[in-house]
């Protein structure tokens, strides 16, 4: 599959690395629950994410822009008060996680191939 899509789906990865993720998919709908968010919308968008792997790497990354999306309007909400460089350099801040920056980088990448093929 990675040789014809560019990508590795989810089933095909080692079973450890799949343990570790339904265990972490297991742990986050518990907490929805917990924190009573786990309405019927959210699941349903929580099982899209998670299927859109199967699907191709450019609907994961689209999945994943919409959730950085949220993420960065939720800091930026929570942090206004906060002085800039504070705000900036905050570890809480989705502009600093590596998973944001490397989708940053697929993302210029898919534009950069669909430019070159039109």
């Not at 919409?66 to 705000?87: P, R, Y």
Request: aromatic letters at 10%.
């Amino acid at each position: 599959m990675k040789q014809l899509t560019g990508f590795t789906p989810f089933v095909a990865l080692p079973e450890s690395t799949a343990a570790s993720a339904k265990k972490q998919l297991i742990e986050t709908i518990e907490w929805l629950h917990k924190e009573g968010a786990a309405t019927e919308t959210n699941l349903k968008l929580l099982t899209a994410i998670v299927e859109s792997i199967l699907c191709s790497e450019e609907s994961y990354s689209r999945f994943l822009k919409c959730g950085f999306d949220v993420a960065i309007e939720l800091f930026d909400t929570n942090s206004q008060n906060w002085e800039f460089q504070e705000s900036m350099s905050s570890p809480y801040n989705p502009r600093n996680w590596d998973e944001y920056k490397q989708l940053q980088q697929t993302r210029a990448l898919l534009s950069t191939s669909r430019t070159v093929t039109e």
